[in-house]
């Protein structure tokens, strides 16, 4: 099987770069890529897991994009270096990460939580701390009982505590993966929260602007979302990708690694 969206606890999966690689190699996979949100910290450590298992190993990472609608996730896969201009968006993406943490426990401590940033950050010891952090603390405090509860409660967008994201710019992002020797794929096109008369003129944009595959295959959505979304990315020219988005076996249980949109195993096509 083939994997080529998966998370680890260097963003805000549940297990070590080394444990996920091991954790693939016994479920079948073979093929893997690491996409942490914002950070490229455990590539080093997967990769030489991976060399261990002889598993091929897909140096990735997955970057918030500001974009007027929805959700833009961008995937950066198989990079061969870390460019200058893949750090300076990575480090930009950091430090905004780290200005709405501040603002999300100034809005925890104004609700009479007893939290602070410095507590969450011993607790989750990651470069990405964000709201499944939260939730997850939220459960752990007896504040909430499941981290469901957390988001529809507090986290969700127009909930109390919820601050939204500042991302990098979309062509600074492609330029950034392109020279790092990666290729940028669109990640879950759905979450662009666009309609399907919508999505086609949107997706030939972003292929005009350098994105060169999309994810059409992804847990999120239904087999024939995925099937629609591969025949219009293969009409416009994209590759097309699937992944499990997978962050635990404790976290999202529609998440399985190596299968994506209707539990389907991810293979060669």
Known sequence: ???LH???????????????ISFAASQGVSVLALTDHDTVSGLPDAEKKAQELHMTFVPGVELNIEWPTGEFH????????????LQD??????????KRNQVMVSKMQEAGMDVSLEELLSIYKTECLGRPHFADFMVKKGIVKKQQ?????YLAKSRPI????????????????????????????????????????VLQE??????EGIEAWHPGVRVVEAERLETI???????????????????????KIGRTSGMTKIDEK
């Open 1 to 3: 099987m083939i994997d």
């Open 6 to 20: 998966t998370h680890s606890a260097c963003s805000d999966g549940q297990l070590s770069p080394t444990d996920l």
């Open 89 to 98: 968006v990575l480090s930009h993406l950091q430090l905004e990460r780290q």
């Open 149 to 153: 509860q957390a988001f529809d409660l």
């Open 233 to 255: 990315g293969r009409r416009i020219g994209f590759f097309i990708t699937g992944g499990s988005d997978f962050h635990g076996e404790n976290v999202r249980m529609d998440r």
């Open 74 to 85: 961008l995937l950066g896969l198989g990079l061969k270096h870390i460019s200058s201009s």
């Open 162 to 201: 919820y601050v939204p994201r500042v991302g990098a710019s979309l062509d600074e992002a492609i330029v950034s993966i392109k020279d790092s020797g990666g290729v940028p794929v669109l990640a879950h096109p759905l979450s662009l929260y666009l309609s399907w008369g919508k999505i086609e003129p």
């Open 206 to 211: 972003l292929y005009e602007r350098g994105i």
